[in-house]
Each structure stands twice: as C-alpha cells, then as structure tokens.
C-alpha cells in the first residue's frame, strides 16, 4: 500500500487498560495514516486483541484515547471494521448475504445492499460463488468472503486480527500475496495484528512490536521494502535482516 503521510486517519493516544489486579495496557501509543498497513507483532496473549477492541470502542481503556480523523470515538463503536481469525460467516446465509449484511444492519435495503456488495466479488476472487453457501469454500475463500464483509461494514479503516492463523502454511502465504494486491485497489487502512513475523515484514509498512504483559511499544520498525512485494522476497537479504531485528527485539 502507498503511504500517504499528510493525514492520520487513526491516532490511539497513551492508552492504559487493567482487568482487575493485572495491567494489560501500559501507555500505548499507536497511530495509522491513509492507505497505510501497520501491524501490531507481539506473542500470543499480550494485548494486541485487547488494544484492538479498545480501538473498536468494544471496551474502554481506563486512560488515553481513540481519535479517528480528528475526533475523538474512546469507547464508541461503529466506526472501523473488525475481522477476527474466524471467519464466523453464518452457514445457513448465502455468500453474497454473508457480505451484505453489514449493509443491511445499517438499515439498506436487501436488495440494494447485494448490489452494492455484488460489485466488488471480483476484485475479492469470488465471482461465481455469491450464491453458494459458506461450507461449498475452501478455507481461503472463506476469508476473502469475511474479508469483503469487513470492507462493507467500514471501508475507510479495517482491524485485522490474525485472519489468515487458522489457515495452512501454503495458503497463508498465497493470502499474504493476495491481500496485497487487493489493497492496492481499495481506499483503506489497515491495522493487522499477528505474532507472525514473516507475516508482519511482509505485509506491512510499519511494525509495531509489543512487549509480553503489561503490553507496551518496544519499538517501531519502517519496513521500507518497494511494493509490489513478490513471495519471492522472503528469501531475501533485506527481508531476513528485518526479521532477525525483530527476533532480537522480541527475546
């Protein structure tokens, strides 16, 4: 994705959150501009979903705030779209009803709610399947379907978080190149969260690397490398050094 440094479209200022006795949060501080990837890197269980549902104003953090596009939505939900590992796409809905249905939601129409969401199924790789029902898709499909009803609930600004961990290693990989190049043709912004490194350097423009709890930014990693990415890249000079940075940053 091309940066466009201009204009923040998410700034989450010096957040804190505790459940109880244990503190999650540590004053964190993270921020998204248009058409920017960002990733959220850190081990399993230490904060990244929970930073994520404090940005989708599903819990509100004990300090800080959420500000998108200049205005401040701490603990209000609604306002950026949010896709979990699961695809949780609803088995007795067709394809295109599972896409739509943010568009309903919202109080559209059904029949203009297909239309609008119809248009996109071949950017997404899924024309021909709008009338198939979920368990008639591979697994990769099923995330493209999931993928494009996250894009319809919110286009503007999408939290990921690790959507392709439940998929095997080859079709991970063929999903990281995909997302890629549908990006390139979408108006968005991504906020990704995974414990996957390789993930993370691939397709990422900036690294945000968490500490174990209480989590905290260790430190922010431009990844620098020019878009298109190929799969080939993996195996690069560049791409390992970057990841042997962040090995050392995470120990």
């Not at 509100?60 to 796409?89: A, C, F, N, W």
Request: charged fraction near 30%; glycine fraction near 6%; aromatic fraction near 10%.
């Amino acid at each position: 994705m091309n940066t466009c440094q201009s204009r923040a479209k998410l700034k989450v200022n010096n957040i804190e959150k505790s459940f109880g006795d244990i503190k999650v949060i540590k004053n964190v501080s993270i921020s998204l501009v248009e058409n920017e990837f960002v990733s959220l890197l850190g081990l399993s269980g230490s904060g990244k979903s929970t930073i994520f549902n404090i940005v989708a104003g599903l819990l509100k953090p004990d300090s800080g705030h959420v500000i998108i596009d200049d205005e401040d939505y701490t603990g209000k939900t609604g306002r950026v779209s949010y896709m979990y590992q699961k695809d949780l796409l609803m088995p007795w809905k067709k394809v295109i009803d599972n896409v739509c249905l943010p568009l309903v939601i919202k109080g559209e129409k059904k029949k203009d709610a297909r239309d609008k969401a119809s248009s996109f199924f071949k950017l997404f790789g899924l024309e021909g399947f709008e009338y198939k029902y979920p368990f008639q898709l591979s697994g990769g499909m099923r995330q493209r379907a999931a993928l494009l009803r996250t894009y319809m609930f919110s286009r503007d600004i999408m939290l990921l978080d690790e959507p392709f961990g439940a998929l095997d290693a080859i079709t991970r990989a063929k999903m990281h190149v995909w997302l890629q190049d549908i990006l390139r043709g979408l108006d968005t912004s991504v906020l990704f969260i995974t414990h996957d490194i390789e993930e993370a350097v691939f397709l990422s423009d900036r690294i945000y690397i968490l500490s174990d709890k209480p989590a905290l930014i260790k430190e922010e990693i431009k990844v620098g490398l020019e878009r298109p990415r190929k799969k080939e890249i993996i195996t690069s000079d560049i791409f390992n050094s970057i990841k042997a940075h962040i090995y050392g940053s995470l120990e």
